[in-house]
């Protein structure tokens, strides 16, 4: 799957489900339990130990899904994930060696930032979309709605704070897609091995989405 491949699946889907675990299982749980609910997308953050190592067990044993790496903050570390088979990188804030590593290497890239200013220098880079984050502390879909109508050709991925109550709102209010953790994937769930609970987040998520777009 190239670069536009991933770029149009995330689009199509809206969800960038984000996970915070260190082990291979918990990781392919929680990825097996979105994608019964219909999302084929797991972003694997490098904040916990064994992330890469991670990613790379996860790609091996379901090939289909796509697989990303979050808190990316270097080039050095964007090779080792893409070395793992990350199809695509992002952060919380705005390295900009990272974002044209990525770049170079024709690979999907959502930098993070908060201000304007911040997406206009994200934006300059050239990556696929640009993280706000975390937009739901300051404003929420208020906040994204003021953003789109100062950069209406920039895909905005809306992420901290979005849960089901403020989804629907976040889509209508311009955001590409939205990037969602323990909201969408529970730590107890994952630790209790509950995937119907997953699978019926995620199948709300998704339908938050697709109504905000209907209208």
């Known amino acids: 799957m190239n670069k536009q491949e991933v770029r149009k699946r995330i689009e199509e889907v809206g969800i960038i489900p984000s996970i915070r675990v ?22 694997v953050t490098l904040t916990v130990p064994e992330a890469i190592r991670v990613i790379g067990q996860v790609v091996k044993r379901a090939p289909e899904l796509i697989v990303g790496a979050g808190s990316v903050h270097d080039p050095d570390t964007a090779q080792r994930c893409l070395d793992a088979g990350a199809r695509f ?16 290497k024709d690979v999907v890239v959502i930098p993070g930032t908060l201000t304007p200013t911040g997406i206009i220098n994200a934006w300059k880079l050239g990556p696929e979309f640009v993280k706000v984050v ?56 994952i630790r209790r091995r509950q995937s119907s ?17 209907t209208l």
């Open 22 to 43: 260190s082990t291979t299982e918990d990781a392919m749980f929680a990825a097996e339990a979105v994608a019964s609910g219909g999302i084929p997308i797991l972003e």
């Open 89 to 104: 990188l992002s952060s919380d804030g705005l390295d900009q060696d990272t974002v044209r590593f990525a770049v170079q």
């Open 134 to 189: 975390p937009c739901g502390h300051i404003g929420g879909d208020s906040y994204i709605r003021d953003l789109k109508a100062m950069f209406p050709q920039i895909p905005l991925v809306a992420a901290g704070g979005v849960n089901q109550r403020t989804a629907f709102n976040f889509i209508l209010a311009g955001a590409t897609a939205l990037g969602i953790g323990g909201e969408l994937i529970p730590r107890e769930a």
């Open 197 to 213: 609970r997953i699978a019926e987040l995620s199948r709300r998520f998704l339908e938050a989405v697709s109504n905000a777009r």
